[in-house]
């Protein structure tokens, strides 16, 4: 069982920039797919950004040339920068991985950081 701890939400002003830290309970060398995807009330979680094992990333379309997700394969951590922040952008983000692992495919999740944008 992989265990996931997001960190670095919190309350910024629109404009502002924040950077969300995932750090994963062991290698994350071997995972296939790591990312971030989000939810705010009453709305579906969706996907933000993800990152493969080779640097492949893909974006959403609402945060592309703003956000920016990379991972350290030696801190066993994907980050996720987000600059010009918008209210629009308020949600609960969570980690993912995805790992193919003896021929099965396994997903986890953390328990979530609340990203806030507002003045």
């Known amino acids: 069982q992989v265990q996931l701890v997001e960190s670095g939400g919190g309350l910024v002003q629109p404009g502002g920039s924040l950077r969300l830290s995932c750090v994963a309970s062991?290698?994350?060398?071997?995972?296939?797919?790591m990312g971030w995807y989000r939810q705010a009330p009453g709305n579906e979680r969706e996907l933000v950004a993800t990152?493969?094992?080779?640097?492949?990333?893909k974006y959403a379309d609402s945060v592309k040339g703003r956000f920016t997700i990379s991972r350290d394969n030696a801190k066993n951590r994907v980050y996720l920068q987000m600059n010009s922040l918008k209210p629009e952008d308020t949600a609960v983000y969570y980690c993912?991985?995805?790992?193919?692992?003896?021929?099965?495919?396994?997903?986890?999740w953390g328990q979530g950081t609340q990203v806030t944008v507002s003045s």
């Open positions: 993912y991985v995805h790992w193919w692992r003896g021929g099965l495919p396994y997903d986890y």
């Open positions: 062991e290698s994350i060398f071997s995972f296939n797919v």
């Open positions: 990152i493969t094992s080779s640097d492949s990333t």
